[in-house]
């Protein structure tokens, strides 16, 4: 499912040849559905001739800000794509909805799994969602006394907590995952059981790991792509994600990665760098030729969050 640095990509590789345009016309393919129960005859009229003034994110949603202060909202969910094509060009696979814009280009979403949706929300809709996600990982207010502050007295274990969207935006199962190997945390301890530097630790994973996958454009293992249609690459720099189902060696220790279920949700990690039972004290280097469980893997930046 594309998470924040996904959806993120997205945006930025919009934004110059879309802000601007004008929409002339909405063209349905062969899912009404995509944009929701008032369906495509309905919103389609209030979408022509609206201009696009602005793409912004929040958690995993796009929005497109338009003229009349409404916005149109796209949301990939787990297989959704929304590209910039040339009119003349064939739909795409599993297209629903083609957007055309003035200077003869669209903006297509196709999803094969037929769960995101592209809906116009009025004002009062944006805010409520606004309202209903958690903060911005990557923003200024993010800070780790605020982390803190969300997961105290949280007894739900740590990796199903912070799935949750109301706590922190934008997080999924891969940069959980990654984030918690970084911040050398059992994915199923409990939330509210952190010391002050557990959750300082963990605040500058969740920020690096964002970071190296926007820098990375993304993480595409299937269907994951750019508004141009091009995968991402960060899939060639995760630690643990999808690699315990293979028990693969943990980049620090050496040790085979774990598979596990938490939420629902495949979970990969390492039993050795990432104890169940908090350690006392910061574990020591590891023996001659291993990393010690606190040092950082290559290309991530641990460095004080601001």
Known sequence: MPELPEVETVRRSLLDAVVGRLIVNVVPRSFPGVMGPEGVDAVAPRLVGRRIKAIRRRGKYLLFGLDDGTDL???????????????????????????????GRDLRFSDQRKFGRVLHLLPGASQALDRRIGPEPLDAGFTADRLAAALANRRGKLKAVLLDQGLVAGLGNIYVDEALFHARLHPERPAGGLSPTETRRLHRAIRAVLRQGIANRGTTFSSFQDGYGAAGGNQATLNVYGRGRKGEPCPRCGRSLLLTTVAGRSTHFCGRCQPLVAPSLDAPAGPSGEAAIGSSPAGVDESPSR
């Open 73 to 103: 909202m796209v949301h990939l969910r787990m297989t959704g794509s929304l590209v910039l094509t040339d009119r003349d060009q064939p739909p795409l696979r599993f297209e629903h909805l083609a957007i055309e814009l003035d200077g």
